[in-house]
């Protein structure tokens, strides 16, 4: 005893118990996420274990190489690990904990051979003496698993963690295994199934406060959705992954994240912000000595570089990108760069090799599907260059075919919605082509193949004897039985184009491109709101739109005509009704034409074997109960109900009103039955999150919204559905599917028609403009005649000084034709 004392001194240690209880807590810590807290607890309990060969000394040794992987200073980590643990260690749980360590450091430095052979060890020493670090040996092989690209051993190793997790009651190892799944069906293109995996993790992570395992897993579900072409979700993602890691100061995973947010910039064409993103990427990627990090930042340089068109800083950049992905054996990323490279050649015209790098894309069998069809549109280009159109065809053919290939394989409306971003600038090559070769009937079959596939999916999967060939629609036809104008707008990056289908011929003009067209639209959007009438200093942008995308047609449209639009991109954003006509005198094209607006021409023909129901019945939901101080009771929701209300006899309506205008009630008063829908209500439109659009009603519990996504699972036959609504159109406009919110719901439940809100709309004139609609559907008049009509009552009000008349008060609503 009093040799001990005279070793250490009295009291220089901790007693047992408490080195026990630090441990614990930063290891804890560790595991929510707060890596600060537990290095401080670490470095501090080594400063008082000062026996070199003590337990304690080498357990706080080992949490902090953990730690150091963690913040993936992996070279610093095996360094602190390379003394040998003493004998009476040798088959502990540090020493299992030890090689687990180094089995992850090496896996992050590519030293995948070492890796394996130090979790290897990891696994006998757990096999043998400490069964319950099985979960964590797991984790760690499958993690290697992934990174080699074998996602078949990464899921089995995956399963026994989460497995073993449950067993033992590990939250932890759970939200990891969870997450880990999500990967691996991620690298499957199972994205679906990706999604909800990581949603599981980030669910139990938050409810756990695991904060790296939810900034973790929400950069993951950003990546998923990257994939999907949803870049503004996979961008506010990655932006607050990005946040929570450099904020714990885990630069090692910030650079994942930063690398993303640089990815998804460039897609939504915000290259200054995706070059300076790359840089900071690259800078922190080099520090760490990080080679995947940095081959992906120069990846991501490259591709700006080339957008700018400087060739030589993308080559650069490439070829060290390229080097870096075969040394660290990181396939995607290498594919990545021969993708790259092979654009680099075609713009230099060196096509042999161009094409020789795309073919090696094509015939490696680790190449993931968007790099597939990448690799096939930029063949076709090369070919289309060289002059050799009917290779160049098949291979635009083969691209589009393996787009569609990888989007069957996504199940769910909200995920399929973004998915031909990520493939659109192919559709627009193809287009280009094929206008290029005066083929224009060609190229407006492969711009309808893009349009609203998965409301016309939807809809087909309703009706036994609907048919999906988008080759069967007939322009001619469709305008004849409708009697109308087809102005179908195709907005691409190089050319925009306009087909005009009249009953009797198809003619075609090229528009100005997107960069030209989208600014004015932007610009029209804000002043529209405020414009008294077309003498206004801000129509100017009006009267440029109508120049730009009606005048070409203007001969095939005369006064009185019927107009049927199919927009595109910003296009749909827009009322057309708003456009100035500068002659004889100027005014809007409203009072010209009769406008409808429909999404594909497949559906317009569909659309055309449906008649009008003869007895008309009405289910009007509204008036609802003030939830909240967010939405305002509506003083003239009164009005508006009792006008619409006496037109339909008591038998043949409902009226779900006040307390008794509740979501369930809508569900559950079999809407199919009715031929007109009508909401008096206040609307939500969500950018990001399209499908949680809502029509605000009366509480019940907590609930008070139906939700977009709600809609869409109760089938609908309705003539018209009228969203009486601020913002019933949507927010967010999807690559070939228009705007998607609730008028896009209505439509994808079955409604033939529904009218909806552009913006705000106002509570004051709006019952007058109802009014007036019903009054015309009550004497026989269709949809788009009916709100024409009630339109131009305001347009036309005989008190001049009537602010209704500026396009505020009647052109928020638009008619929507579904099928």
Known sequence: MCLALAICGVGCRPPLSTFRETYQNARLKLNRGDVQGAIVEVEDALRKATL?????????????????????????????????????????????????????????????????????????????????????????????????????????????????????????????????????????????????WDQAALRLSQAIGAQTSVARTLGNLGWSHFMLGDYENALDLAEQAEASFGKAGLVGLQINWLINIAKADYYLREYAAAEEKSKEALALARK???????????????????????????????????????????????????????????????????????????????????????????????????????????????????????????????????????????????????????????????????????????????TQAASLSVQAAHPERIARKFNAALLFYWVGQNHSYLWAITPTKTTHFELAKAAEIEPVVKSYRKVVLGM????????????????????????????????????????????????????PTPHFWIEDVTLTTASSLTLLQRSARWSSPREKSLLLVGNTDQPNSDFPSLLQAPREMQNIERRFPEPNRKVLEGKQATPSAYLNSNPERYSYLHFVTHGTASLTRPLESAVILSKEGDSYKLYARDIVQHHLSANLVTISACKGSGMRTYA?????????????????????????????????????????????????????????????????GSVFRKPFYWAPFQLYAGS
């Open 288 to 462: 760490l000595n990080d080679k995947v990090a940095t081959a992906q930042s120069l990846n991501s340089l490259s591709n700006v570089a080339l957008l700018k068109g400087q060739i030589d800083t993308a080559e650069k950049y490439n070829e060290e990108a390229l080097e870096l992905s075969q040394s660290s054996k990181d396939h995607p990323d290498e594919v990545s760069s021969w993708l790259i490279a092979g654009r680099i050649k075609s713009a230099r015209r060196e096509y042999q090799e161009a094409r020789n790098l795309f073919v090696q894309v094509l015939q490696d069998r680790g190449a993931e599907t968007a790099s597939r069809w990448q690799a096939e549109a930029r063949l076709a280009k090369v070919y289309e260059e060289e002059g050799s159109a009917v290779e160049a065809e098949k291979e635009y053919r083969k691209a589009i075919e393996t787009v569609e290939a990888a989007r069957a394989s996504v199940s769910r409306d909200e995920f399929r919605l973004s998915f031909l971003s990520s493939a659109f600038e192919f559709y627009d090559d193809y287009v280009d082509f094929l206008m290029g070769r005066g083929r224009p009937n060609d190229a407006l079959r492969v711009a309808e193949l893009s349009r609203a596939r998965t409301l016309e999916e939807g809809l087909a999967s309703m």
């Open 52 to 196: 070199p060969n003590s337990e304690w000394h080498w357990r706080f040794t080992g949490l902090k190489a953990e730690i150091l992987v963690r913040e993936r200073l992996n070279s610093q980590a095996l360094e602190l690990l390379k003394p040998e643990l003493p004998a009476f260690l040798a088959k502990s749980d540090v020493a299992v904990w030890r090689r687990l360590t180094q089995g992850a450091a090496h896996c992050f430095l590519s030293e995948f051979d070492m890796s394996r052979i130090r979790l290897q060890q990891a696994a006998d020493l757990a096999t043998e003496s400490h069964p319950e670090l099985l979960g964590e040996v797991a984790l760690r092989k499958g993690t290697l698993a992934w990174s080699l690209g074998d996602a078949a051993v990464a899921e089995s190793e995956y399963q026994a963690a989460l497995r073993i997790s449950r067993e033992q009651k590990d939250p932890f190892l759970e939200t990891s295994a969870l997450g880990s799944l999500g990967l691996v069906a991620l690298q499957r293109e199972h994205y679906d199934e990706s999604i909800e």
């Open 532 to 583: 008294r009438d077309t003498n206004d200093a801000a129509s100017a942008d009006g009267m440029r739109l109508y120049e730009i995308l009606v005048e070409p047609a203007k001969k095939l449209i005369p006064r009185g005509s019927r107009v049927i639009l199919l927009p595109d991109e910003s296009l749909y954003g827009i009322n057309f009704e708003t456009l100035i006509v500068p002659d």
């Open 736 to 800: 070939g599917e228009g705007l998607v919110g609730l008028s896009w719901a209505f439509l994808r439940a079955g409604a033939h028609n529904v009218i909806a809100g552009l913006w705000e709309v106002s509570d004051a004139s709006t019952p007058q403009l109802m009014d007036k609609l019903y009054d015309g559907l009550s004497q026989g008049k269709d949809p788009a005649t009916a709100l024409r009509d009630a339109k131009l009552s305001l347009l036309h009000s005989s008190d001049t």
